[in-house]
């Protein structure tokens, strides 16, 4: 199973149905207005047999939506205020968008604009999961990325044959934390950063382009900033700011002072600290889920595969050991 069909799952088992097998097409359009964006719906054949699922967290909304028919969805204005990232999980469908046109299967991506008109056929087996982003969230994360202040206006491509790693990681983390009830902190910023960086888009060539490394007092001031806030949610634009550099420049000196992104370094902060956590802890009152949030960690089954890979053990088993390496009963 893919990793997208993984997330349709999640979205159908944890999410609200807001639309359940149903045939009338007002019902299907308002609460697909509600959830996604304003648009017209046209039923081309058969009888709808819609079923929408849907999970807030905070200003990004993450869906799963099926006309169960063929359908052509066109836009009530040119001017919208989400931004809506598609990940089909069967079936084909053709979207438009402006002047620009792509078919999209399973394994690609879509992200619709909020600036131009638009237009999407799906066939009767088209089934997606469906990001939803806010327009300003958006635009200020690039913004960040690109080291201006306010907000800078950024078209992605309509298409991309490859779906961010860490775009999917964050999806399956907003839906977590939104089942639980938990504030989802700045997951919101960082799946915006996340898709900036992941998917084509108007200012990658921006933010590929060549950098000045910073100091090396500037890193080590953005490593103070990240040790001093490991259990936090942020995205690495903030910390760019923080340090009064680019995004690209920062990614450049980490790679220079350390020999990897800032990300990895990150990473591997947040697994020592974990595992020192569970080493000294008291198996019967600490858990593993709560030391994985108590670092930073909002994936947990990422955080086992991640732990289990750096230190060759599980973080149970760590919990269970004593320092003379005998088992301890829970």
Excluded at 228 to 250: D, I, K, N, Q, Y
Aim: proline residues 5%; positive net charge; charged residues 25%.
């Amino acid at each position: 199973m893919s990793r997208v069909a993984g997330i349709a799952g999640l979205v159908r088992m944890r999410g609200r149905p807001m639309v359940s097998a149903a045939d009338d097409v007002d019902e299907v359009v308002g609460a697909c207005s509600i959830a996604l964006r304003p648009h017209a719906l046209l039923v081309r054949d058969r009888r709808l047999s819609a079923r929408l699922d849907h999970l807030a967290a905070g200003s990004v909304s993450v869906n799963r939506l099926r006309y169960g028919a063929a359908v052509r969805i066109s836009e009530l204005a040119p001017e919208q205020d989400e931004f809506l990232l598609s990940l089909p999980v069967s079936g084909r469908a053709r979207f438009a968008y402006g002047t620009t046109s792509a078919v999209l299967r399973p394994g690609a991506a879509s992200v619709v604009n909020p600036y131009r008109s638009f237009q999407l056929d799906f066939d009767d087996a088209f089934d997606q999961v469906v990001l939803r982003l806010d327009r300003p969230l958006v635009e200020r994360t690039a913004a960040l990325l690109a080291g201006t202040p306010g907000t800078v206006a950024v078209q992605f491509d309509l298409r991309a044959d490859t779906v961010s790693p860490g775009v999917l990681a964050l999806v399956e983390a907003a839906i977590h934390l939104s089942a639980e009830g938990a504030r989802p902190g700045h997951l919101e910023a960082l799946l915006a950063e996340a898709l900036l960086l992941g998917h084509p888009n108007t200012l990658s060539e921006t933010l590929a382009a060549e950098t000045k490394a910073p100091s090396s007092a500037r890193v080590r001031r953005a490593m103070d900033y990240l040790l001093a806030h490991l259990p936090e949610s942020f995205s690495m634009a903030e910390v760019a700011r923080h340090c009064g550099v680019s995004l690209r420049s920062l990614q450049i000196g980490f790679r220079r002072e350390t020999g990897r992104t800032l990300s990895e370094w990150l990473r591997e902060q947040r697994l020592d600290r974990a595992r020192a956590l569970l080493a000294a802890a008291d198996p019967a009152g600490a858990t593993v889920t709560a030391t994985a949030l108590a670092c930073g960690f909002v994936h947990l089954g990422d955080f086992a595969a991640q732990f289990k890979r750096r230190f060759g053990e599980s973080p149970s088993a760590v919990l269970r050991e004593t320092d003379d390496g005998s088992s301890r009963r829970r």
